[in-house]
């Protein structure tokens, strides 16, 4: 069974801290990993991607990969109260040329001011 | 603009009732895949299809049923058969082993 786990939160953190965001999977053969920002009542939107060991940034996220321990992280710096919402972690195989992934049940954050 | 669109956004079906949720893109992305979002989940795979005239089921199949005859379009009917239908539904596209994109979401209530 794969599976993709995260804190369901809530993770609360003031205006312009550094909110971290965690997730792990039990699938040593996973190879892609994204984090996805949902609004309520909205669907899911990307945010990251990351494929490789090491920190990737992109403005004020920073995605965070460590196959070794199974553990994916994000990073938000200087959080605002508009990144409010929960953040799906989702990981997977590519299989037949195809991406078939498997989603954590996602990490509420509030920035509060 | 290219995007993903879900249709309707709210839907109401009665006990015994088939109802078909539309998803087109013009992403001219090759895989497509339907997600079932119920609150406070995570998201479950319905179906996907990688291309057209091919899908595969995914860990919730049963009660559902996809075709994909266009490359743009992969519909969903939710049949009489699923006794649990009330969620949120969404459609995502993704050029092979990229990120997945979502349309907008489906809500359907079972009356």
């Known amino acids: 069974q794969k599976e993709v786990e995260q804190n369901s939160g809530p993770l609360s953190v003031p205006e312009g801290a550094i909110a971290s965001l965690n997730c792990t999977y039990s699938d040593r053969g996973s190879q892609s990993f994204f984090w996805y920002r949902q609004y309520s009542g909205k669907s899911p939107e990307l945010i990251m991607f990351?494929?490789?060991?090491g920190d990737k940034e992109d403005g004020r996220f920073t995605a965070q990969l460590n196959k070794a321990s199974q553990y994916v992280s994000l990073l938000i710096r200087d959080s605002q109260p508009s990144d409010s919402a929960t953040y799906l972690c989702?990981?997977?195989?590519?299989?037949?040329?195809?991406?078939?992934?498997?989603f954590g049940r996602g990490t509420s954050l509030i920035v509060h001011p | 603009d290219g995007g993903i669109t879900q249709s309707p956004k709210y839907l109401f079906r009665k006990e015994g009732q088939n109802v078909t949720l539309s998803c087109e893109q013009n992403l001219n992305h090759d895989a497509m895949y339907w997600y079932r979002q119920d609150p406070g989940q995570g998201l479950r795979l319905i179906y996907y299809s990688q291309i057209v005239n091919d899908f595969q089921k995914g860990d919730i199949a049963e009660g559902y049923s996809v075709s994909r005859e266009k490359k743009e379009s992969f519909p969903l009917t939710v049949t009489s058969a699923q006794k649990n239908p009330t969620a949120f539904y969404l459609c995502?596209?993704?050029?092979?082993?990229?990120?997945?994109?979502f349309g907008p979401g489906t809500r359907l209530t079972v009356l």
């Open positions: 989702a990981g997977g195989i590519a299989s037949g040329g195809s991406y078939i992934p498997t």
């Open positions: 990351i494929y490789s060991n």
């Open positions: 995502a596209s993704s050029i092979a082993t990229a990120a997945q994109y």
